[in-house]
């Protein structure tokens, strides 16, 4: 449930971002992530030992050791590429989870327009979670071709094919409801606290450089009318 929020989240925001109609749904999704982002440090520092956040510092703690074994290795042979996999995924993960913060407190301060260059802060850490999240879903595509197997389903249901422990070892249903449950909520709050809604009524998109065409032509429209 979180993968699917966050990523539906992050996916609305910056399809959002350039449009001043839906100025109010991007923000909504950019607090969103952040709560998100809160409840899964929470959970990952209190909750079961298999999402720790320590499991993916672990991961990382062996990229020097694993480096080592690259340089012993140039042709590839006896290399545990399934090492090399796994600190790829976790410094795409870890890299996600360290830019929301940056980018929700750009995205804060341009809301409050406390100057352009937290503007262009929120554009290019925006820019940096989307790299990482291509990378994130590049890395799926690959392990589920090279093992021929559904590599995304270990995140759905926390089991894996094959001899050994589950990843999870309970269905957190509940959990995953209440989740949901707070986030339409926080949606249905949001929604009533802005005049105009959250989706505009008028012309559904208006992009920056309209926005700039249009503001413009109106001042010269003014400015004529003046004369």
């Known amino acids: 449930m979180f993968h699917a929020l966050f990523a539906l989240s992050f996916l609305g925001a910056y399809l959002s971002a350039d449009s001043q109609g839906w100025r109010e749904l991007h923000v909504t999704l950019g607090y969103t992530m952040a709560g998100l982002f809160a409840g899964r440090l929470l959970y990952g520092l ?38 090399g996999q796994n600190l790829l995924t976790a410094l795409a993960v870890v890299a996600m989870l360290a830019l929301v913060l940056p980018l929700t407190l750009s995205g804060y301060a341009s809301l409050r327009e406390w100057g352009h260059a937290f503007e262009e802060l929120h554009e290019l850490f925006a820019n940096a979670l989307l790299a990482a999240v291509l990378v994130h879903l590049a890395l799926i595509v690959g392990t589920s071709v090279h093992q021929r197997r559904n590599a995304a389903q270990a995140m759905l249901s926390g089991r894996i094919d094959g001899a050994g422990p589950d990843l999870a070892q309970h269905n957190r249903a509940g959990l995953a409801a209440l989740l949901l449950a707070a986030v339409l909520a926080f949606w249905a709050w949001q929604w009533q606290q802005t005049p105009g809604g959250l989706v505009p009524a008028g012309p559904w998109i208006v992009s920056a450089p309209d926005r700039d065409h249009r503001e413009h032509r109106e001042h010269r429209d003014h400015r004529d009318d003046d004369d």
Do not use: I
């Open 46 to 83: 209190f909750g079961p030992r298999q999402a720790r956040l320590g499991l993916w510092w672990r991961r990382l703690a062996s990229a020097p050791a694993w480096l080592r074994s690259l340089r012993r290795a140039p042709g590839g042979d006896g290399l545990n590429w399934r090492q």
